[in-house]
């Protein structure tokens, strides 16, 4: 058995209280030996947290990843005209190269915020799959399916893809990733190919991920459609089980809360591509009552425009009291707790719990800083002053991804290169 200890840092505990400890992992298993004292002295290696909070590594609960060759490539429009003028018109061009290199550049960025879990929706999934096996990270990945404005055989291609891919990559990289059916949305995806696929889904023993009630425009057709809430249809879709999750939430009403609840599907809360898209506040503080699994994502780079969760959480957390019109809702320890179990039990992923025989999932965070003085309040401090920035260390899966700053599976200067590369020959190709 090889370990790591990470010594002398601040511990987040599952129940959100903090103790000064070491933390002794099994880096062979990928899980948490023991938190205690003195843990540093017989291990094989060690990762020096003082003056620094570890908390469990952060869980992305939906993204499109590659999507960072497009940051800045497109803002300050209505999600449907931002989409069918700029963002399909790209992603038509992309490679599978493109989504590659697109994918890299977006793990680094993650690494480098404390990210250790993600959820992504994209095509290309073998070169995603790939570089999230390089790069070591956890990841549920799928293949999203639009079926709108193709022709039929083009279409059933397209849920055939992703049932294929969602069978193919599940348990690979050792088990670091799974899978999931991604149908895109309930208004691109015809009810006939629900209709034939989602039963498969079901046998292959895949979940159910799919953005929902995001604007009130995907919102209106369902009702006019099939005369009931776009959740409801959902349900009786066979879309709506325990370990389905939902993307956005945000146009959801009380009965569409309940089903949820009922039901056990989780939601991404995804509060900054909310706002840039002006798409609406989703009723947080009101499903976290109800009993939804809440989680958080960024969404993609380009409706965000970077992949950091702490900036996520504190976006939650802010937009959440908006919504509900009272201080007191969304507070730190519900983001903190959206930010790692929240969004790991939404997306299904054995993540977000800092405690023995949990997966060796983490971020170290420096707390040296202007900006975290004084210590009076650190799940605070995780919630509304820490960023991207702060996180010293990542760990996932017992694997040491990032040490002082420096990412160790990913070549970042080269990466980097080959992004800006790709994204001007991208630019050129569309115009
Ligand atoms: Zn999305």
Redesign the pocket.
Known sequence: MTTLAITDGQVLQSDLTVTTADVLIDQDAGEILELGSDLGADADETLDAAGSLVTPGFVNG?C?VAMTLLRGYADDKPLDAWLQEDIWPAEGELTPEDVRVGTELGLLELIKAGTTAFAD?YFHVPEIAAAVEEAGLRARLGHGIVTVGKDGDVAREDAQTSLEIAREYDGAADGRISTAFMPHSLTTVGDEYLEEFVPEAREAGVPIHY?ANETTEEVAPIVDEYGQRPLAYAAEQGMLEPEDFV?HGVHVDETEIDLLAEAGTGVIHCPASNMKLASGMAPVQRMREAGVTVGLGT??AASNNDLSMLDEARDAAMLGKLAADDASAVPAEAVVEMLTAGSADAIGVESGRLEEGAPADFAVIDLEQPHLTPPHDLVSHLAYAAAASDVRHTVCDGEVLMRDREVLTLDEAAVRQRALEAAESLAARVE
Do not use: I, L, T
Request: charged share 15%.
């Open positions: 939906h499109h929706m953005h993307a969404d993609g």
